[in-house]
């Protein structure tokens, strides 16, 4: 089980990569575990929370969540 400094540099890593090649967060993670050689399943699991929600942000836009009803503002 990965500690929260483990998840945090993780994510941290991923967002600033995400940022600098100018691509999704989905997109780096899927591109960081081809490179790596990383298991999907293990990249999610050192993941924080802040960068799920991001992840789960860009997928309900790229519909691949169904889409949740927001308040308006």
Request: proline fraction near 4%.
């Amino acid at each position: 089980m990965p500690t929260r400094d483990e998840k945090d540099k993780f994510s941290l890593m991923i967002e600033e990569e995400a940022r600098k090649l100018n691509v999704s967060h989905i997109e780096m993670i899927v591109e960081y575990c081809e490179r790596s050689g990383m298991e999907m399943e293990v990249a999610g699991s050192l993941l924080n929370s802040v960068l799920k929600g991001k992840i789960e942000l860009e997928a309900r836009e790229l519909r691949y969540l169904p889409k949740q009803s927001m308040l308006p503002i």
